[in-house]
């Protein structure tokens, strides 16, 4: 005898069996709750199991059927998404999920911006992300919870395919009253004995502090933080410089204070920026499309990332 449940009713199962109640799986499938209930209650009468205990005031509780048919409904929706997206791959349509992640470093300047422009052109598609460290992206593309990560070119590891897209070399950002913002580039020679900043990142201090390094230097670190937002407070508040890759569209820290951006002189490493993808991802229409989309998106916008226009009046 046929099954006579739908997807729709295992999409109100997951829902319901990940937000704990009807009221919240309601908002998050964008269905009344009295369908989610009705779809439920005949999802349990087709299936012959009780999936739910209810409780009047504290949601509904999964029983132990309900947990171990939770893992294979949630599999059964992932691959009818799959086999929906698989046909508009063959039609050449680009839709379905994208999950993208971005190192945090920079996520907050390119992954809004561009996510919005491809999903406005592409409206089938949808974008998830996540923002990480170099090495947490690494992790995340290797446990395929992400499909592709736009990162630098830093220590990357060989079993993941990158795509350069453009060169970003290292800038110095200082507040607008530190003694070296009145020239119009600044040497690590200079930098040295001033207090630094660092950027304390996986793989990305490394790199900053290389550059002393290799002049046989130290650096003069007085403030370090992992938070790009917090760097460029600390640096517009006189606390130190710091050296980055990606200059911010505005040249204010948040709290409004004004920052001073310039060339770091001398044969230093720039930055590729590019795409990082797990194994033969860009083989679907989707990410050839996002692919292709993000190269003209980052290439248009390069003047504006790099340290090419930081303003030196």
């Known amino acids: 005898m046929p099954l006579r449940y739908t997807l729709r009713q295992l999409e109100y199962f997951v829902a319901v069996g990940t937000t704990g109640s009807i009221a919240a799986a309601s908002q998050q499938v964008n269905v009344s709750s009295p369908s989610i209930s009705t779809g439920i209650s005949q999802l349990e009468e087709e299936l012959g199991v009780q999936l739910f205990v209810r409780h009047h ?10 947990r171990k048919l939770l893992d294979h409904a949630q599999m059964v929706l992932r691959q009818a998404a799959g086999l929906r997206d698989l046909a508009g ?4 349509t680009i839709r379905g999920p994208l999950a993208l992640g971005c190192l945090s470093t920079f996520a907050q300047i390119v992954l809004p911006g561009l996510r ?3 999903v406005e052109l592409h409206d089938e598609v949808r974008i998830s992300q996540l923002e990480a460290d170099q090495s947490e992206l690494f992790s995340l593309l290797r446990q395929a919870k992400i499909e592709m990560a736009l990162t630098y070119d830093l220590d ?3 079993d993941l395919p990158f795509v350069p897209m453009i060169e970003l070399p290292p800038i110095v950002a200082m507040s607008e009253d530190h003694p070296l913002a009145g020239g119009t580039s600044v040497t690590i020679e200079q930098l040295a004995p001033h207090p630094m900043v660092l950027l304390d990142l996986p793989h990305s201090a490394d790199y900053f502090l290389s550059f002393f390094v290799n002049a046989g230097l130290r650096a003069n670190i007085t403030e370090r933080t ?3 937002a917090v760097m460029r407070g600390l640096v517009a508040n006189g606390f130190g410089y710091s050296i980055v890759n990606v200059r911010p569209f505005a040249d204010r820290a948040p709290d409004g204070k004004p920052l001073r951006f310039l060339p770091l002189a001398g044969n230093q490493r720039p930055m590729k920026l590019g795409l990082l993808m797990a194994s033969a991802t860009d083989r679907t229409q989707l990410h050839k499309a996002f692919l292709a989309y993000a190269r003209s998106w980052i290439e248009e916008r390069k003047g504006l990332l790099s340290g090419a226009s930081a303003r030196v009046d």
């Open 226 to 228: 992992r938070d790009m």
């Open 57 to 66: 005031a504290q949601g509904l509780t999964p029983t132990v059927a309900g």
């Open 89 to 92: 791959d063959l039609s050449g």
């Open 116 to 118: 919005r422009s491809f």
């Open 156 to 158: 990357l590891p060989r």
